[in-house]
Structure formats: C-alpha cells, structure tokens
C-alpha cells in the first residue's frame, strides 16, 4: 500500500474532482476530509479481500468478538498509521496548503459504547488485525451513539449522539449478507418424517439485520480484518404489516440507541431484543460462511471461535444450540459438545447490580425458542450436578433458571468452555469469591487475561512530542514492539533525556491548557501538577474521595492564605448514566466547587478544578499526554481491571493508586517506590463486611479534617448544592458509606501530599516518571489478545501473506 508523496497529491486531486468536481482550494475541510476517507478507503480495500481470500482458502480458524459495545473513536489517524500512510499524505497534504489535524477533527467520534468495556473491544480489534490474527468484531450498529454530555448550572445534561449525520467513511454496507431475525409468536415441537423434533412457529415477527462492515487495519502489515455491525430493517415481505410511521418506528429503535447503563441491569425489552438481535444475526453469518468451506458441521469447532463480551452476547451460546438442533439436524449432546468447544466468556465486573438476570417471562414471550433451550440447559446442568455434589444448596446458587429470572452470567459460565477476568485480582476474586462455586464446578475453565491498551493510539498517535523523544533516545523499535521501551530504563539518570520528556510533557500540557481555555474558558498553568480521573462516574470509582481531598486543600489555603501551596490543576472527564441520580448528583457538586475555587481570589490560582465535558476517547487523546498525575482511587476490589491507568502510565503519569485492578500489576511492574499506593486492602474490605464495624460517623466524629470537609457540603460554604450537597454527606453518615471513603480519606491525603512533595524534586519526578513509561509496555493489547488466541480462541497468525 506504500506510496509516494508525489502520487499521493496526484491521487487526491484526482479523487476530490471525481468526487465534487473542485479543486483543493475551493474544498470545505469536510469535503477534503471525505476526498481522503474515500481514497484511503479504496486503498485498504484491496487487502481487506485479500485478507479474506487468504483466511478462506487456508480455511484458517476465525475468532469472532461478540461485544454490545464498540468505542473506536475517530478512525482516520489510526488508519493512516497502520496503513503506513502517515507522513505520506501529511506531507502531501502540507503541500497542498492542509493540515492534516483539520481534516481529522471533521470526523465524529464512533461512540458505540459507555466505557472501559467498549473501548478495551476496539483495542483489541485494532490488536488482532495488528498480530495478523484472524479475528472479527460482532456488534450493533446503533444510529446514536453514547450521549453528548453538557454542563447547565452544573448539571448534567444528554443530547443525542447523531454520529451518522454527516456520514461513515468507513462501513461498507452489505445487502448480500443480510439476514433475517425471528421474534416473538408461538412455537411447539413435532416429529419430522425421519421421528427428530422439529420447532414449528406461528405468529413470529421477522426482522431483517443487515451488516455494516469497518475494516479493522493491522499495522503495516497488509491485514484488514472486519467489524461487522447490524442494523434492523423491515423486510420487504413485511412491509405490509408496518403501515403507520409509528409502528415502523418501534422496530427501527431496536439498533437506534446505545444503553447509556453501565450501573445497573434493568429489564428492558428493547434491551433484551437487542441482544438477540446481533447474537442470531452474527451467529447465522458465521454458519453461513462454515458452509463454504464444505467441512462437517460437527467439526466447527475446529474453524469458529465465539468470544463472549461480558454477559450481553451470552445468548450466543442458546442460539448456537438452537441453529445446530434445529437447522443442522444435531443430536442434544453432539450439538452441546461443539457450543461448549465453540464458546468462551469474559467477565468484566463484580459489582452485583451490574449482572444481567432477565425476567423468564420476559425471555418466553420474545423468543419462546431460545427459552425452551435455555429450560434445557438448565435442566440438563441441575441433573449432571446432582451427581457430582453433596450440597445441594450450591445448585441453587449455580442454576440458570431460580426466582423467576435467567441469570445470564450463570448461563455464559455453563455453557462456555473458558471463562477469565481481566486483571490478576480480579480473575482471582472470581474464583474465591464471586463465581466460587462455579469454581469449584468447573476448576480447569477459569483462567486470567490482563487488560491491554492499543499503544499505536494512545502513545503514537496521541503523543507526537513523547513519541520523538522516544524515537531519538531508544531508536523506533518500540513502535513495533512496546516491550522495548524497557530500553528507556538506561536513560534514568541522563539529565539530557529527562529534560527532553519533560519539554514534552510541558507541550502536551499546553495543550491542553489551550483546549481548557478554549472549551470552558479557565485558565490554567502549565506549570501546575496536571491531576486527572478520567472514567465513569460511579460510586465506587470514588470521585467524591478525590473532591473531598480538593476541598480539603481549599480550606487549607483559605485558613492560611499566605502558606505555601504547590499548584494543582484538578481535571476530570466522566459522564454518568443518565438514570444514575447520585452520580449526577456527585458531577453537580464537583462542578459548583469548581466555581467556587476557580473564582476566589484568596486562592491565587494555586487550585483550580476543570470538569471537562463530554468526555470520550477523543478528549481522552488529549488529557492524558498532559497528564502529571493519574488517580486510579476505586475501592479495593471493585475495579475490575481499568485500562486509563495504563494509558497514563504509559503517557508518563505517575499513579496514585488503592490495589485494585490492574493497579496492582502496574505497582508490580514500576515497583513500591515509583507509584503511590494508599487505601484498605481488598481483604480488609472483605473483613469489614464479614464483621459489620465499618462505622462511617466515627471517622466523622473523631477525625477533625474529614469533619470540617464534610460540612462544606451542608453548611452553604460551595454554594447551589442545597440538596446535592445533603445527599452526598446522607450517603457518607446515613447509609453508613458504602465505599469506605472515609476510611480511606486519611491515607489518601497522606499520599497525595507525598506526591507534592516528590514533584517538587524535579529530577526525582521526572525520573519516576520515565520509569513508568518505560513499564508500561507490558500493558500491550498485542500481547494480550496473543494470549486469548493461544490459550482460548486457539487461532494462528496467517502463515503465508503474500501482499495480493
Ligand atoms: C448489564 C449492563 C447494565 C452493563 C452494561 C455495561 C453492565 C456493565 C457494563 C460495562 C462494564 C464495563 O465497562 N466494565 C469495565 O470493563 C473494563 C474492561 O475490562 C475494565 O477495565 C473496567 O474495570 C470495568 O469496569
């Protein structure tokens, strides 16, 4: 795909005069934007069906990533990257008088998800195609992405996401491979002419899920893989049967919207419909193309691996069953044997409100099909356990099917060959605590996969200045191999190289200060510790903790305002599910804070806060090359894994951290002295439950300082948060703080003066610093997803490439 600068220009005017019949100088941004996107887009588009040619006739094994979420961001940069176009057409274009950064920024961001969970899909798809795997993306291609999120009165507020507006570049729509989804309607078994069961239906309503296909492009190594999204329609032969706009509309909001919650699990038709609908449409396709290939069916496994995102996809593992049964003329046990080889499962959380348990009636009357299946499973699992264990008790806890409801987590651990968490910590809580019992069931199936990050985006791209210091003082390598940034390590005491990251990290917080200025109109110094916590806002990821400790220092510099105070710039990026009251409630308070800080004038600018709004992978690009700190507070045990904390640590970041997650294996990786851990252990917090003495009103009543921050919130001190302000100190006295961060708050400030401390010592900071970026390459999404495809989805890199 290489070319030259020169045929670069001649291609783009070429392209941009067929397109829009005019020349460079007449062309909006969004015009020369669409003239690139399409140009690249032929381009790749060759190796896409080599790709697949190439995967087709070594009839290789696919693994196929079913995930309800996807969150690339924009595509353009990363594309050109991997495609090896970069200076290219950067040069090419400067030539003709564009930047390349106005083009890019004319691109929506692609937001089809809330959090950690979608963006960790899209590194690994950027991975898979980058380790020449053959691997696919399976997902909904969702009309409105996450909401856009604005502040008023500091309040949040959502509007909608209407990504497609200004059109896709990328996806290729496929009216070949469109297939139909069944809901609803009756059904009962009869005898066909050879005596097997066979379903009849009655009534059923019949979708049409037509796929939208991104390729997924591997760096510079001529592999295009696939995304393939669906999106409903009304099948031609039932077009009849919709005639008001209504109606119609019922059925096209089923890939309308993205479920903006990730806090909790609530019944929801149209959620559930969801599910189904790109589990069977993905599922058909894969059956399909299994075909072409002309090999036995009962051999499948042998060529299809089906990964499990979390527990939304989980009805993979009925509508597999249901396919081989019902259309491949399976036997119960030979078609259980393949789903079992066929499936494995990702577990992303363990906060109990977050796993999916529908309503049985709800699952018989959608798919009364995929229900009869699921009563069989679960009957088929009560029976073999019975057998293997004396406690009955554990079935109860273990079964599908119990109170009235489908436990889906149940459901995608029983019928999935492989089930793994996402950092060390967790996927050991898994096994001793949380999924214990299916533990002790089935020992050989739990296995850990540390999270990754895709370092091509969040250091190549998103970090031009580090990345040309890097390419200076180590050489390119790592760009290839992240593991060689432990190169960076004999450069820990040269002066010379320290100043040069630190001239880097200052750029990128100008940037970022610019930025700040521009969107919210604050000022700020680059020369402030940048302290940021990007992520969802949820209870336990503890923003409050972090605006208790800003408040604490405010009232530090408002009792003494001639002491010295180093200079912090608190920034934070989250947005909350909008039916999520006490985090919006907690976004309210830290915004009214932050106009109190920002405008006392006792404060001198030594404290400023900065909520940044509408925070996505876009903006992340930008916050976190700044910055200075990374605060990574969760209560222990609660975090899955995370992955900003290792985006920042790679950025140069310097962690403060409870040992949770992933926390635990960057302190593991940097060592004790280069991160800053505080807080109860996981054990500890295991201790207080069993025990019941945590007493949040102690820590209230005999520590001054959480007292005297606690009343700010009542006593009319941060202005407008009357009742905000009420709920927040009810959650800590009343309901006894459910998140221990009162217990955590003393250590906590403990550590963050340390941190003030040490970056007062330049040389020492900058330093602890290069130690963290030169760790973090053990965080690579390359080597990752590596390891799902050895030990889980056993899939091979294609041998023989040869470029077309
Ligand atoms: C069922 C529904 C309410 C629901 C929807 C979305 C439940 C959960 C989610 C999303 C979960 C999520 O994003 N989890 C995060 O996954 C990351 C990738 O593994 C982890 O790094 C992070 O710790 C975890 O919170």
């Known amino acids: ?128 195609a980058s380790c020449g795997l053959p691997g696919n993306g399976n997902g909904i291609r969702y009309e409105y992405g996450l909401f856009k999120q604005k502040f008023i009165d500091g309040h949040q507020v959502e509007l909608p996401d209407d990504w497609l507006s200004t059109g896709n570049v990328w996806e290729v729509r496929k009216d070949s491979k469109a297939v139909d989804v069944c809901f609803y309607g009756q059904v009962h078994l009869e005898e066909d002419a050879n005596g097997k069961l066979k379903p009849v239906y009655k009534n059923q309503q019949v979708l049409r899920a037509v796929p939208y296909d991104t390729g997924m492009i591997g760096y510079k190594n001529n592999i295009v893989n696939n995304m393939r999204l669906w999106s409903v329609e009304i099948p031609n032969s039932e077009e009849s049967k919709y005639r ?50 002309k090999e036995p069916i009962h051999r499948i496994h042998e060529y299809v691996a089906i990964h499990i995102n979390d527990t939304h996809p989980a009805l993979c593992i009925p509508e597999f069953m249901r396919i081989m049964l019902d259309e491949e003329g399976m036997s119960w046990e030979e078609a259980w ?259 109190l800080v920002n405008n006392d004038p006792d404060v001198k600018d030594r404290l400023k806060i900065v909520f940044l709004e509408n925070y996505n992978v876009s903006l992340a690009e930008v916050i976190i090359p700044a910055a200075d700190v990374s605060e990574q507070i969760s209560l222990a045990s609660k975090e899955a894994s995370g992955t900003s904390n290792m ?42 439950y069993e025990s019941n003495t945590y007493s949040a009103v102690s820590y209230f009543e005999k520590d001054p300082v959480i007292r005297r921050v606690l009343e700010a919130f009542i006593d009319g001190t941060i202005p407008n948060i009357q009742s905000e302000g009420r709920e927040v100190f009810d959650s800590l006295i009343r309901y006894n703080d459910e998140f221990f961060v009162l217990r955590d708050f003393e250590s906590y400030v403990k550590a963050q003066e340390k941190i003030t401390e040490c970056y007062k010592d330049k040389r020492k900071w900058q330093k602890i610093s290069l130690i963290n970026i030169a760790n973090a390459g053990v965080f690579s999404a390359d080597e990752t997803v590596k390891r799902y495809a050895d030990d889980i989805w056993q899939i091979e890199p294609v041998t023989e490439y040869s470029s077309k």
């Open 1 to 128: 795909m290489k070319m030259t600068k020169e045929q670069f220009i001649t291609q783009f005017k070429k392209r941009l005069s067929e397109k829009y019949a005019m020349g460079v100088e007449d062309a909006s941004p969004t015009e020369l934007y669409n003239t690139l996107g399409s140009l690249m887009h032929s381009a790749y588009s060759s190796d896409r069906h080599h790709t697949w040619r190439q995967y087709l006739l070594n009839k290789q094994k696919q693994a196929y990533y079913f995930s309800i979420e996807f969150l690339p961001g924009k595509l353009m940069a990363s594309n050109l990257l991997n495609m090896d176009w970069l200076e290219t057409v950067e040069e090419g274009l400067a030539e003709l008088g564009i930047d390349l950064a106005d083009l890019t920024e004319v691109e929506q961001d692609m937001a089809l998800g809330n959090g950690g969970l979608g963006r960790l899909a899209s590194c690994f798809m950027d991975s898979i």
């Open 337 to 595: 044997a393949v789903t079992l080889k066929v499936m494995s499962y990702t577990n992303h959380t363990i906060m109990a409100e977050a796993m999916e348990k529908w309503p049985i009636d709800m699952l018989k009357q959608l798919l009364p099909r995929i229900y009869q299946i699921i009563e069989e499973i679960d009957r088929r699992f009560v029976e073999e356990t019975e057998l293997k264990v004396h406690d009955r008790s554990i079935i109860d806890r273990t079964r599908i099917i119990n109170h009235n409801q489908v436990h889906m987590a149940h459901l995608a651990i029983i019928g999935s060959h492989s089930i793994n968490g996402v950092a060390k910590l967790h996927s050991e809580l898994l096994k001793t605590v949380v999924l214990h019992d299916f533990y002790s069931l089935y020992p050989a199936r739990f296995n850990n996969k540390t999270n990754g990050i895709a370092e091509r985006r969040w250091l190549q791209l998103a970090n031009r200045p580090l990345s040309s210091v890097l390419d200076k003082t180590i050489g390119t390598s790592w760009r290839d191999n992240p593991e060689d940034l432990q190169q960076l390590l004999n450069y820990q005491d040269d002066q010379k190289v320290l100043n040069a990251l630190a001239a880097a990290k200052r750029q990128n917080k100008e940037n970022l200060a610019a930025l700040i200025k521009k969107t919210q109109d604050i000022t700020v110094s680059p020369d402030a510790i940048f302290d940021v916590q990007i992520k969802r806002l949820h209870a336990y990821k503890r923003q409050l903790l972090n605006l208790m400790h800003i408040i604490k220092c405010y009232q530090d510099i408002k009792n003494n305002p001639d002491s010295e105070f180093y200079p912090r710039v608190f920034i934070f990026g989250a947005k909350a599910a909008p039916s999520y009251a006490y985090a919006k409630t907690i976004i309210k308070c830290i915004n009214e804070t932050a106009n």
């Open 647 to 688: 985006k920042l640590m790679l950025n140069g970041a310097v962690t403060i951290a409870t040992l949770d997650g992933a926390n635990i294996e960057i302190r593991d990786a940097v060592g004790e002295e280069n991160i800053n851990i505080f807080g109860i252990t996981e054990q500890e917090v295991y201790d207080y």
């Open 244 to 293: 008001s706009l209504e109606e119609r509309r019922t059925i096209e909001d089923l890939t309308a919207v993205l479920y903006p919650d990730d806090s909790n699990a609530k019944g929801q038709m149209t959620r559930l419909a969801q599910e189904y609908f790109f589990v069977s449409a993905g599922i058909q396709s894969i059956v399909r193309y299994y075909h072409t290939l």
